[in-house]
């Protein structure tokens, strides 16, 4: 026997141990062996057969197809080494293996940290508590009040502060587009501090006084992220655009889909006539916001040339039917953050997701910036989505051709989401239409800054979300956008300026905005 010719000093019991562990050494390379067959038949399947996924950089070619394939050759041509190095290579293999799913669960363990928004919406006690947990992980101070505790409390003090609301039930005849007017405005805390501003004449997050005639070179449009969420004033992007450029104008609000924004440039922006519009583009949002404005025959309106409701000066009305409905919007929003916390925790197909990235090693795999795969954009969308996509061009030809009648330049700025960086995420349809909205982008001659870019070529692009979990950007994330932005127009512009897949050009630094 093999044991006994390369072991003649072993004998009795120690040489059939010698053979079992020689055995079970056999077994554990072919396994090896076969588990790389099936990672590549894997990536076969998803790159190759089906296109579900593609490769985002050429690197990804070599790690998920030449190493497996390289590496079960390699494995299953040990069983021509010595007995002595096959138990060392499988004793290696089983280590590597251990060490590899060791890091990985203490890395999904460490960063399986609810989002604040999701504390903020629990029961006060838990709330507090979980508040002060994720305070301790992060090293931050966390406002554990809830956004009415903040409010009762400003009012104490003799401060008539409201809660940021923006739409109405009352039967009125107008839709309106932004806030309560000239009001201390309390909105949401997601990276520990509540966001608090002074709303402007009619309800945006401006300083008053701006919103006249001749006066402003910059407007920005666009929904939450654009209004500010969630950090302190002179922090978000267009207050930090508007600290290079101070004419620039806020008309950003929270759930402002397309065709609210088409109407923004119709009520506020046209009087304006800002020579620079920036329509800030939220991915993984905007089609959901578009869906629930088409059911507005108000705003439908908004595609016809001539309509107006007249909104300046209507603002009075404005203001009266929000505060009026203020009790009816505070129920809603803690019903329906309640739901979503209810929904968050009790979702079963979240526990298979996490499961499936722990198998992959996702999180061990996006800490080593060993991620060289995306979705493909197409995949199993919704057919609903050809007639979003279709309406969504007609509102941008639309938005383009109102800007370019006062003289003005009309720019695209793609904001991404957390799911594009997020390994374990689940792919939301605004992070699958990415290539489809460029080429319309491109097709009506819409100029792009793309932020997609500035995220992935960061080195952590989820260091720029609020504690590493789904929500709207913080503190880094808004600079990082702001010094995109301001870098693309400081400088002069080519005549063709055709949106390209990378706003920089860089498309080795594109990496997950590839797709």
Excluded at 224 to 231: F, I
Excluded at 328 to 341: F, G, K, T, W, Y
Excluded at 453 to 482: C, E, Q, T
Aim: glycine share 8%; with cysteine.
């Amino acid at each position: 026997m093999e044991t006994k010719a390369q072991y003649p000093f072993v004998f009795g019991r120690d040489r059939k141990l010698l053979a079992k562990v020689l055995a079970a050494a056999n077994v554990i390379l072919v396994l090896a062996g076969v588990v790389c067959l099936l990672a590549l038949s894997y990536f076969v399947y998803h790159y190759g057969w089906t296109g579900q996924r593609q490769f985002s950089s050429a690197v990804g070619l070599a790690m998920y197809y030449g190493f497996p394939a390289g590496l079960a050759i390699l494995l299953f041509a040990a069983a021509r080494l010595k007995a002595a190095y096959r138990i060392i290579l499988a004793i290696s293999c089983l280590l590597l293996a251990a060490s590899a799913y060791g890091v990985e669960v203490f890395l999904h363990l460490s960063d399986s940290t609810l989002s604040l928004q999701q504390i903020m919406a629990m029961p006060a006690q838990k709330r507090k508590k979980m508040a002060a947990k994720l305070a301790t992980q992060f090293g931050v101070d966390i406002d554990a009040r809830d956004r009415h505790e903040v409010i009762f409390d400003l009012r104490k003090e003799g401060i008539d502060a409201v809660p940021l609301v923006w739409k109405s039930a009352v039967d009125i005849d107008v839709v309106p587009l932004g806030g309560i007017a000239n009001k201390l405005t309390v909105v949401c805390n997601q990276n520990g501090k509540y966001l608090i501003y002074e709303s402007d004449e009619h309800g945006f997050h401006n300083p008053r006084g701006m919103l006249q005639p001749g006066h402003v070179d910059i407007a920005a449009v666009g929904n939450s992220l654009t209004l500010g969420y969630c950090v302190p004033a002179d922090r978000n992007f267009v207050g930090l655009i508007r600290g290079r450029y101070p004419a620039t104008q806020n008309l950003g609000m929270t759930g402002e889909g397309p065709l609210r924004i088409l109407a923004i440039l119709k009520e506020y922006a046209r009087l304006l006539k800002p020579r620079l519009v920036l329509w800030f583009y939220s991915e993984g949002s905007t089609f959901s916001e578009l869906r629930s404005e088409q059911q507005s025959p108000t705003l439908m309106r908004y595609l016809g040339d001539e309509f107006t409701q007249h909104l300046i000066a209507r603002q009075s009305d404005i203001d009266q039917a929000l505060t009026g409905d203020m009790d009816r919007q505070i129920a809603v929003e803690r019903s329906r953050l309640a739901e979503s916390q209810a929904k968050s925790l009790g979702n079963s197909g979240k526990l298979v997701g996490k499961l499936s990235g722990l198998i992959r090693l996702g999180a061990l795999r996006q800490k080593l910036g060993l991620v060289y795969g995306t979705r493909t954009q197409e995949w199993d969308e919704p057919s609903e989505l050809e007639g979003d996509m279709n309406l969504f061009r007609d509102i941008l030809s639309k938005a383009k051709a109102r800007v370019s009648a006062w003289g003005g330049n009309l720019q695209f700025v793609y904001l991404p989401s957390w799911s594009r960086f997020a390994e374990e995420s689940p792919v939301e349809v605004g992070v699958k239409s990415r290539m489809r909205i460029l080429t319309i982008l491109r097709t009506l001659g819409i100029p792009l800054i793309d932020i997609c870019p500035a995220f992935s070529g960061h080195g952590d692009p989820l260091s720029l979300f609020p504690f590493r979990r789904p929500g709207h950007y913080n503190d880094d994330g808004h600079r990082v956008v702001a010094e995109t932005v301001l870098s693309y127009i400081s400088r002069p512009q080519p005549r063709d300026s055709s949106p390209r897949p990378s706003g920089n050009g860089e498309m080795q630094r594109a990496g997950k905005c590839s797709s």
